[in-house]
T-cell receptor, first 115, second 116 residues
């Protein structure tokens, strides 16, 4: 069975500061990993994904994440936070590329940006 | 291109009533997923289809829930009878399967369901 743990249900950073959202996973097979963002009253939008190959993955809106197999982690970072980054962020794991089976999500991290 | 379209966006009904949620996937996508989001349990996979056939319905909470996909462009999730604990946001997502490579799931904006 797969699982995802997101440390910190709420993370607050100042505008311009580094954003770090933590995600650890458990999977019995090589995982496919995703970060999604959810704005209020909207669906989930894909930020980035790791399937195979390069372990540092770049996504939209300046976000990136690094897959570390030894640490079973896939933390999300952004060098400089912007007010528009305030949203709910979800880490997810899949057995496939994510297209052919369901995703297992973490509980989410609410990112707060302080002016 | 149009994304995943869900209707209605909001539904408020009384306990015991039948509720039907609708989803139109992205054209050409062969996988369709239904998820439920609650504060207590987060995002949970309920069921998913491949080429209109249900593949895994192990996430469906109980027999009051049923889902169908009569054709490639339409799916329904039905709750009968509804109960207050069914109140949640229900999301539909679609994707191209693994035969097309590692394609992500695309989500609709969800249906916010309130059972009084």
């Amino acid at each position: 069975a797969q699982s995802v743990t997101q440390l910190g249900s709420h993370v607050s950073v100042s505008e311009g500061a580094l954003v770090l959202l933590r995600c650890n996973y458990s999977s019995s097979v090589p995982p496919y990993l995703f970060w999604y963002v959810q704005y209020p009253n909207q669906g989930l939008q894909l930020l980035l994904k790791y399937t195979t190959g390069a372990t540092l993955v770049k996504g939209i809106n300046g976000f990136e994440a690094e897959f570390k197999k030894s640490e079973t982690s896939f933390h999300l970072t952004k060098p400089s936070a912007h007010m528009s980054d305030a949203a709910e962020y979800f880490c997810a794991v899949s057995n496939s590329g994510g297209g052919a089976d369901g995703l297992t999500f973490g509980k989410g991290t609410h990112l707060i940006i302080q002016p | 291109d149009a994304g995943v379209i869900q209707s209605p966006r909001h539904e408020v009904t009384e306990m015991g009533q039948e509720v039907t949620l609708r989803c139109k996937p992205i054209s050409g996508h062969d996988y369709l997923f239904w998820y439920r989001q609650t504060m207590m349990r987060g995002l949970e996979l309920l069921i998913y289809f491949n080429n209109n056939v249900p593949i895994d319905d192990s996430g469906m909470p109980e027999d009051r829930f049923s889902a169908k996909m009569p054709n490639a462009s339409f799916s329904t999730l039905k709750i009968q009878p509804s109960e207050p604990r069914d109140s949640a946001v229900y999301f539909c997502a679609s994707s191209l399967g693994s035969r097309r490579g590692n394609q992500p799931q695309h989500f609709g904006d969800g249906t916010r369901l309130s059972i009084l």
